[in-house]
């Protein structure tokens, strides 16, 4: 079965220090990955995906099939980054737009 | 455009009874997905809908039943309801049965006691 796994339930970091979000995923295929924020009072919402090879707010995240890993890192943190992070991956293919979600990590930056 | 809407916002219920809850989709999207989240972890897919047929199915037993109506929107319904029914539940909607962006409504928080 496909499943996602987010190892730190919480990481807090200091205004100006990198950030990085671990993801790791289980699935012989090839899986589309991730990664969706969750602000305070906000509804979940898209943050990159890694078929756009894009940044987002200063994240990437480079899918990395050997190590089955898609860790969303950021260079300099910033307290506007506080929030809930959730890596997921979908197999499109098979399942549509079933998304298989990981338990999440909550990002604190502190001042 | 409102995104995504769902309601209620909460609610309260009673071991055994049965519950509804409503979704409304972008305005053009014709998929629509229901996830359910516990206190703790992350959302879990229940079903996804597509111009009103079911295109796909998690592991929930068949007291969870859901449906698209031809203006898009969707209702699911919870019966004989748990107490670890008790989670919030998320409607996403996309345009397209495969999508790389899905829209998440703010959910609805059903306790049952």
Known sequence: AQRVTQPEKLLSVFKGAPVELKCNYSYSG???????????????????????????????????KG???????????Q????????????????YGNKLVFGAG??????S | DAGVTQSPTHLIKTRGQQVTLRCSPISGHKSVS????????????IF?????EERGRGNFPDRFSARQFPNYSSELNVNALLLGD???YLCASSFLTVSYEQYFGPGTRLTVT
């Not at chain 1, 009072?41 to 990395?64: C, P, V, W």
């Not at chain 1, 990590?105 to 502190?110: A, E, G, H, N, P």
């Not at chain 2, 229901?34 to 897919?45: E, I, N, T």
């Open chain 1, 30 to 64: 090839s899986p589309e990955l991730f990664w969706y924020v969750q602000y305070s009072r906000q509804r979940l919402q898209l943050l990159l995906r890694h078929i756009s090879r894009e940044s987002i707010k200063g994240f990437t995240a480079d899918l990395n």
């Open chain 2, 34 to 45: 229901w996830y359910q989240q516990v206190l703790g972890q992350g959302p879990q897919f």
């Open chain 2, 86 to 88: 008790s989670a919030l």
């Open chain 1, 105 to 110: 990590t909550i990002l604190r930056v502190k």
């Open chain 2, 48 to 52: 996804q809908y597509y111009e009103k």
């Open chain 1, 67 to 77: 190590e089955t890993s898609f860790h969303l890192k950021k260079p300099f943190a």
């Open chain 1, 79 to 94: 307290e506007e980054d506080s929030a809930m992070y959730y890596c997921a991956l979908t197999l499109f293919k098979e």
